[in-house]
């Protein structure tokens, strides 16, 4: 059984840089796409963007600017770095695999999820 | 405003079958899988329906789904205390050329 495990800052300013890391175990972290969504106090789900084991990451058009996910198949781990935060970006933010096979819209296992909280 | 909409809230009695709709377009829902997500106060969400209509293992067969054109529903038969959530649906969409959600439906049990 695959497990998702997620760590970061909680706490930020404005302008500063959102960075989480989420470790894999329990499963080959090969041949999947992982990705990173969140969800506003009370408001829905936002994809903010996957990554390939091979590294190859794609971003929602609207972050795209601000996001980088990166990965590193050696720990088993992928990480999420947005910069020059603003109140906006306060949410909680989750990591999950995507079960390819199903389609990128198939979120088969998540972490737990962090609270970010951007205030001056 | 999110890209599928759902109705923000629905209801049923214990025993009830209800159902929650998911309204996309051509882009998404027309052309691609639906998937259905059960989220809980606090908790993350978990995935209840894959592929228009399948259960990943754990998931009761009081669950069920279905689409039709650039529309899809959630079923619940049986209805259950226990099923008390907030329901998302989500597609890939080849616009966005990411995933969209829908803006979630508050299922209360009377």
């Known amino acids: 059984q695959v497990q998702l495990q997620q760590w970061g800052a909680g706490l930020l300013k404005p302008s500063e840089t959102l960075s989480l890391t989420c470790a894999v175990s329990?499963?080959?972290?090969?041949?999947?796409?992982w990705s990173w969504i969140r969800q506003s106090p009370g408001k829905g789900l936002e994809w903010i963007g996957d990554i390939h084991h091979s590294g190859l990451a794609n971003y929602h058009a609207s972050l795209k600017s601000r996001v980088t996910i990166s990965i590193d198949t050696s720990n088993d781990v992928f990480s999420l770095r947005l910069t020059s935060v603003t109140a906006a970006d306060t949410a909680l933010y989750f990591c999950?695999?995507?079960?390819?096979?199903?389609?990128?819209?198939?979120?088969?296992?998540w972490s737990q999820g962090t609270l970010v909280t951007v205030s001056s | 405003q999110s890209v599928l909409t759902q109705p923000p809230s629905a209801s049923g009695t214990l025993g009830q079958r209800v159902t929650i709709s998911c309204s996309g377009s051509r882009s998404n829902i027309g052309s691609n899988t639906v998937n259905w997500y059960q989220q809980f106060p606090g908790t993350a969400p978990k995935l209840l329906i894959y592929?228009?209509?399948q259960r990943p293992s754990g998931v009761p067969d009081r669950f069920s789904g279905s689409k039709s054109g650039t529309s899809a529903s959630l079923a619940i038969s049986g209805l259950q205390s226990e099923d008390e959530a907030d329901y998302y649906c989500?597609?890939?969409?080849?616009?966005?050329?990411?995933?969209?959600f829908g803006g979630g439906t508050k299922l209360t049990v009377l």
């Open positions: 329990g499963e080959s972290f090969r041949n999947y796409y």
């Open positions: 592929s228009h209509n």
């Open positions: 989500a597609s890939w969409d080849d616009v966005l050329l990411g995933p969209a």
């Open positions: 999950a695999r995507v079960r390819v096979a199903a389609g990128r819209a198939c979120f088969d296992n």
